[in-house]
């Protein structure tokens, strides 16, 4: 391969890199009482894998003897239950989307923690960002740039479905827009129609009022 191929291919995948935000990591101060959710909305075949852990304090310590144990519940937008644990420290979830829509992770503690702030960390990947590139690469047996280009050709699918769904969402709302107008429509022509007869109606009403007292 020539040298300017594989820069130009290095510069494909740096720019497929940047248009496909995969993974996220952030930190939720859990309450005393109740819980805290995060959610992330997620098109079909969307693959998810995601790390919790619960500390107490500013830094997690991974060598942690007395670590805080929390409840976690990730449902679907429908309501499904894809993962549910509870007393644990720290854990794991992966699941493939099989519904477009919000999924919601939500966290709360076990018990009270004698008023101290606990926090949970956790790391979100989806798409790319989730697949076990080392797996994949002793099975198939590729390794460098090969290995590169097959995470490139992840990407373009990745950002490829991210289009599609757009899409797709661009015409449900479209169509909704639509429906909605054309019942607006339908409602102001009937308002107009009933008004009309209302009118037409109290009219000769008054007319043969009027008449029968003779003051027409």
Same mark, same amino acid.
């Given at each position: ?17 940047? &248009? ?26 969307? #693959? ?25 519940? #990730? ?13 644990? /420290?720290?854990?794991?979830? /992966? ?33 790319? /960002? /989730? ?65 009309? #007869? &209302? ?18």
């Amino acid at each position: 391969m020539k040298l300017g191929e594989a820069r130009w291919l290095w510069t494909l995948l740096i720019a497929a890199a940047a &248009t496909v935000p995969a993974t996220s990591g952030l930190w939720l101060d859990l309450p005393t009482s109740g819980q805290k959710c995060i959610s992330e909305e997620l098109h079909n075949n969307a #693959v998810v894998l995601a790390d919790y852990y619960a500390f107490i304090g500013e830094d997690y310590d991974v060598n942690a003897t007395l670590a805080p144990t929390i409840t976690v519940r #990730v449902t679907s937008p429908y309501g499904n239950e894809i993962h549910h644990k509870e007393k644990v /420290a720290h854990g794991q979830f /992966a699941f493939t989307a099989t519904e477009a829509g919000n999924y919601m992770a939500c966290f709360s503690l076990d018990g009270d923690q004698g008023g101290k702030k606990v926090t949970v960390g956790i790391d979100w990947k989806t798409g790319i /960002a /989730a697949k076990d590139w080392d797996t994949v690469a002793r099975k198939e047996k590729i390794e460098g740039l090969e290995l590169e280009l097959k995470k490139l050709e992840e990407a373009v699918e990745s950002i490829h479905n991210n289009l599609y769904h757009l899409v797709n969402r661009e015409e449900e709302m479209r169509e909704v827009s639509e429906s909605t107008n054309a019942r607006v429509a339908w409602f102001s022509l009937m308002a107009l129609a009933i008004c009309i #007869v &209302t009118s037409t109606l109290q009219i000769l009403y008054l007319r043969r009022y009027f008449r029968k007292k003779k003051l027409i």
